[in-house]
């Protein structure tokens, strides 16, 4: 999943949108809530505010196959 997300001079999401799909819409739809929790470090603000930044987060995905097999007992 690829994520844009627009951060504030405060290190705050102001939005996150969907840029490349994984082909599972649960993993594109945690994706999406990560990246609008990601905090980041705040800016230091110039006279008149910091701007906007403008970034990308890639999300790498892997499945494990599903099994009926017992889990190991130690």
Do not use: I, Y
Request: aromatic content about 8%; cysteine-free; hydrophobic content about 45%.
């Amino acid at each position: 999943s690829v994520v844009r997300v627009l951060v504030n001079g405060d290190g705050f999401v102001r939005s996150a949108t969907l840029l490349g799909r994984s082909g599972s819409t649960d993993a594109d739809q945690f994706a999406l809530g990560v990246a609008r929790a990601a905090r980041f470090e705040p800016v230091l603000a110039p006279p008149g505010g910091a701007p906007l930044q403008l970034g990308t987060m890639v999300f790498f995905w892997s499945t494990l196959p599903l099994t009926n097999a017992p889990s190991p007992t130690p």
